[in-house]
Nanobody
């Protein structure tokens, strides 16, 4: 079993910054892609940013230039630095990781429980 635990959400004013963290634990042999998704009230969950095992990154157009995703494989942790936050960034942010629990085993998708980010003046 694999657990993803997020932290760092909260209330921030427009233009402010937050840093989200997500630590993976449990039966982990290797972690492929790690990413962040978000779901605003009444909307579908959407990709925010993803970082591959090799360090390549991809961002939603709405966050390019403001958000930075990174990972620390030694700590099995992925981060999302969010700068210049806007009202439209308000959502529940979910961590995602594609994890292989053993050599040659199938990789599975795992999700965190979500952390609320509220941007409000």
């Amino acid at each position: 079993q694999v657990q993803l635990v997020e932290s760092g959400g909260g209330l921030v004013r427009p233009g402010g910054s937050l840093r989200l963290s997500c630590a993976a634990s449990g039966s982990i042999f290797s972690i492929n892609d790690m990413g962040w998704y978000r779901q605003a009230s009444g909307k579908q969950r959407e990709l925010v940013a993803v970082v591959t095992f090799g360090g390549s990154t991809n961002y939603a157009d709405s966050v390019k230039g403001r958000f930075t995703i990174s990972r620390d494989d030694a700590k099995k942790t992925v981060y999302l630095q969010m700068n210049s936050l806007k009202l439209g960034d308000t959502a529940v942010y979910y961590c995602n990781a594609i994890v292989r629990s053993g050599w040659g085993e199938t990789a599975y998708d795992y999700w965190g429980q979500g952390t609320q980010v509220t941007v409000s003046s």
